[in-house]
């Protein structure tokens, strides 16, 4: 069943109930200030950090779901109703939410009075603009009265959520005309304010919650609307509000529009106030002066459309697949710019108080997004290897507005050194800036222990290379990718974290996968090496890569597929040979190991592939190991924590299903590849909306697995790196067009059921226009450039600015 449809043309997703199966979101902003807003007005925005600088509240887990947002409630004639459904949940005669790239547009109808909110975050500003366009669509004047509400959140959204004892006391507002400043702390060591203004006259405001809604009363039915009139209190202490009462007349036909602006402004510390007691309002000023009238507004959302139609021009596709289509062009690089803005901050399902930045996490999510804003995937990778300890180890997490290392986390995943290597690769490849080697980068953010960042590729690579098992593979550490993994925590106590507490401090564990991980990206580190004249490094990189791989096959093979790890006591995980009622086979080194090429020669990737769709693969995707844990195992953690079928215990973690389509591609069955890639990718699920649930426009992170009593359902939308691989995925490997280190390599394999395609590509300034012919999905083309044919699959890079036109036939 679905809930609403594509609109294509204009990069929406159109969602024509309210009711959808779970509140289906959107994202706004992009530089410093982002908000998050559902299919009903519900969610919240912060400036930079969702924890540290919260602007309005929002409840997790609440009853109803969804409570908090940007509401405006319409009095007409004593008819009190919100135009986004929620919160009042009033019966509309038309309703419509279309999300687009950096907007979200909710327009409800009741007794001919239309209401449209535009809510959106303007580039290069630190506020959200909603516009409200009311509309008679009768034939007798209407005089109404419109509400806006918004909750402030005390900034620290942990501490707004669990210190009342102090928060009951101190909020502060002022009011000035039609603006209202939210100005809780800034007496003392805030040099920050919000603001919430409307470019109209007001009847009213309030901004005291209790009096605006009643204190038994909720969203859906609070008294300042329903009396149709404000009450203009001035907040002191518990829940500062922000609510404008607007008196709107309108003859038959007419329309009118109000701009609300709600802002974020930082006072130089000698410049915070006008006289004692009261903000310097200067800079909100301007902030409101640029958003005056309903023209400041269309302007700045042409700013913004452009800014999008910018950014995806570097890779579209023209296929015969609308579905495909939509996910290439549009919502899979939007997710993935939403990764790169929130790594997991942020979401319906992510509270914006718990994780920071990942380091594994953020160097993946760059893989979706370098080609997007090159610039900015610099800045990140220098961040991210700032936190890496001398070692080669790194903090597994940092706090973005500090960009420091967190310590509760603390390091210890040993899979995490690795991926700096790929994400490096991955920017050189995109941009051809070897300069980023040089760079003097920190350890630790010591800026006296400071070394290039070739100099920390290489510390990654060691750091693999010393901490080697028994078996010659790496040390798993706290864990690997699969953060359930926890093979040295032997936990028995609920009140500590599997990852972080490790008791047992012994080298045995070891992980097929991170070994896998090393025979992929080893080869990058060469190569990288072998461009900054370091031949002898290169041939060392090399080397110990082979003996990884001669390791992955004597050790690390099972017979009919990988085996995924040896425990604290050297026995197998992941193996026929584990008792009934524990998992024989885990995806990841499937994926993994052929994907760096592992048995492509002798066989081995066949049958490894071959028992991932015998025993893991499902209706909706595949699942991460089966049969599932039944019981919970302390030498194997969180993993076996889980009930079946849920999360890392065999649910279909979107994630590694793409390490599954581009080993099928390795192999040359690129109709298989293009089979899994249809079974989770979104666009392609909006029919079984009803069971899937969340939005039909982004990826989540798991979908209920066959083991479990909600096979299908998906949970975890948004942040996760299911985004940038599945981009990877369907872009660089089955469409198959990627930067390479000598050109982009053109080598689709996705077989007859996409028979012909253009992609263009811009690439280092160049534009590449590719049409493709396919009539197989071996991944054996021809290619002619130019009008001329090559051998090979790697089209030289060309000039910038110039046109390259490819002929490709793929068989
Ligand atoms: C989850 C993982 C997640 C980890 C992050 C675990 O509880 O199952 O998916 O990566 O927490 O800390
Ligand atoms: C989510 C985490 O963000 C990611 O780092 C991890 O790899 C997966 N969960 C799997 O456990």
Redesign the pocket.
Known sequence: MRFGHFDDARKEYVITTPKTPYPWINYLGSEQFFGLVSHQGGGYCFYRDAKMRRLTRYRYNNVPTDSGGRYFYINDGGDTWTPTFMPMKKELSFFECRHGLGYTQITGTRNNLRAEVLYFVPLGQTAEVHQVTLKNEGSTPKSVKLFSFIEFCLWNAHDDGTNFQRNFSTGEVEVVGSTIYHKTEYRERRDHFAFYHVNAKVSGFDTDRESFIGLYNGFGDPDVPSAGESKNTIASGWSPIASHGLDVTLAPGEEKKFVFVLGYVENPRAEKWEKPGIINKQRAQQLIAAFSSAEQVSAALGKLREHWQGLLSSFTLESGDEKLNRMVNIWNPYQCMVTFNMSRSASYFESGIG?GMGFRDSNQDLLGFVHLVPERARERIIDIASTQFADGSAYHQYQPLTKRGNNEVGSGFNDDPLWLILGVSAYIKETGDYGILDEQVPFDNDPNNAASLLEHLKRSFDHVEKNLGPHGLPLIGRADWN??LNLNCFSEDPNES??TTGNRTGRTAESVFIAGMFVHIGPEYARICEYKAQPAEAARARSEVAKMERAVLQHGWDGEWFLRAYDFFGNKVGSKDCPDGDSKILIEPQGYCVMAGIGVATGEAKKALDAVKERLDTPYGIVLNNPPYREYHVELG?ISSYPPGY??NAGIFCHNNPWVMIAETMIGRGEQAFEYYKKIAPAYLEDISEIHRTEPYVYSQMIAGKDAPRQGEAKNSWLTGTGSWNFVAISQYLLGIRPEWDGLCVKPCIGKEVPEFTVTRKCRGATYRIHVKSTGGTGQVKLTVDGKPIDGVIVPFAKPGSTVHIECEAS
């Open positions: 994780r953060d359930c599997f990852q969180e999360k890392e």
